[in-house]
């Protein structure tokens, strides 16, 4: 008679030998700079993702380090104007100032005009869609949705955050023809903003949802968390994933395979939560 309880019993032990043998195929040597290691470039400052030695990007890069068999070298590098500049000094060139490429970096978006900018990297490996968000005190600000004209009118009047020199600091001061300008108060980091939010001082915060997700963490739950979709937004979301030297395809195909294992085995979405941050397939 069929067991319902030992058929997925053995489907388990099916499911965990493949995922082994997934591995195992990966340990295989791989082409880095040092034998031996996977040097894995990260931003710095950037919770939840990466600084100060923790972050979602480093936790992501030693468990890919680990499926490639290799020892992990966590490297944290300041942002330059754009991505260009931080591909070029973090993964194909180096940076003038003597700091040597990694042989992969992470929070890359999957970006086909952004790759063909680029040919000296290849860009793939998506693991995360991020997007901007707003969090907000629903007693002084209703839901955020439908037109700019309509979701935003209350920041005429209310007072909403921003980090200083970000796509939503960038949007806010130039959507309805720059009418939130008085009322866009700027901070050195989402952290900043999400207390003083909750201080009173602002009503809400624009950011990525993944920053304020991380910033809010334990926050007032009076506090709501809503995607920003609406027709001004040019950018709904967008997919991060890796780079590599474009020469480095057998790297590329090593890393990509280990990327499909941590997100089928779960071990991405366990990363994701273990920094309070809801994982968004890309």
């Given at each position: 008679?069929?067991?319902?309880r030992?058929a997925l019993?053995?489907?388990a032990?099916?499911a965990l030998?493949?995922?082994?043998?997934?591995?195992?195929?990966?340990a295989?040597?791989?082409?880095?700079?040092t034998?031996g290691?996977?040097r894995?470039?990260?931003?710095?400052?950037f919770?939840?993702y990466?600084?100060d030695?923790?972050?979602i990007?480093?936790a992501l890069?030693?468990?890919?380090?680990k499926?490639?068999?290799?020892?992990?070298?966590?490297?944290e590098?300041?942002?330059d104007?754009?991505?260009?500049?931080d591909?070029r000094?973090m993964?194909?060139?180096g940076?003038?100032?003597?700091?040597?490429?990694?042989?992969?970096?992470?929070?890359?978006p999957?970006?086909?005009?952004?790759?063909d900018?680029?040919?000296?990297v290849?860009?793939?490996g998506?693991?995360?869609?991020?997007?901007l968000?707003?969090i907000?005190?629903?007693?002084r600000?209703?839901?955020v949705?439908?037109?700019?004209?309509?979701?935003?009118?209350?920041?005429?009047?209310?007072?909403?955050?921003?980090?200083?020199?970000?796509?939503?600091?960038?949007?806010?001061?130039?959507?309805?023809n720059?009418?939130?300008?008085?009322?866009?108060?700027h901070?050195?980091s989402?952290?900043?903003?999400?207390k003083?939010?909750e201080?009173?001082?602002?009503v809400?915060?624009?950011?990525?949802r993944a920053?304020?997700?991380?910033a809010a963490?334990?926050a007032?739950s009076?506090?709501?968390?809503?995607?920003?979709?609406?027709p001004?937004?040019?950018i709904?979301?967008?997919?991060?994933?890796?780079?590599?030297?474009?020469?480095?395809?057998?790297?590329?195909?090593?890393?990509?395979?280990?990327?499909?294992?941590?997100?089928?085995?779960?071990?991405?979405a366990?990363?994701?939560?273990?920094?309070?941050?809801?994982?968004?397939?890309?």
């Open positions: 008679m069929w067991n319902r030992s019993r053995g489907l032990t099916l030998a493949i995922a082994s043998a997934s591995v195992a195929a990966l295989e040597p791989v082409e880095t700079m034998p290691r996977l894995i470039a990260v931003y710095d400052d919770a939840p990466s600084g030695g923790s972050g990007d480093v890069g030693r468990e890919l380090a499926r490639l068999g290799l020892e992990p070298e966590v490297v590098f300041a942002a104007e754009d991505m260009n500049d591909l000094n993964v194909w060139k940076h003038y100032l003597g700091t040597r490429p990694a042989d992969v970096m992470l929070h890359v999957v970006d086909q005009r952004l790759a900018r680029n040919e000296q290849r860009i793939f998506p693991y995360h869609l991020e997007s968000a707003v907000r005190d629903p007693k600000v209703p839901p949705e439908g037109s700019a004209a309509r979701a935003l009118e209350v920041f005429t009047r209310e007072r909403i955050g921003v980090e200083t020199a970000t796509l939503a600091d960038d949007f806010l001061l130039q959507v309805l720059g009418r939130l300008r008085d009322n866009v108060v901070f050195r989402v952290a900043d903003a999400v003083a939010m201080a009173g001082d602002v809400a915060v624009m950011a990525t920053e304020i997700e991380g963490r334990g007032d009076r506090f709501v968390l809503t995607t920003v979709k609406m001004e937004l040019r709904q979301g967008w997919p991060l994933g890796m780079a590599v030297k474009a020469e480095s395809t057998g790297l590329a195909d090593a890393l990509a395979q280990a990327m499909i294992e941590i997100q089928r085995d779960g071990t991405l366990r990363i994701f939560s273990d920094h309070g941050v809801t994982l968004q397939k890309p």
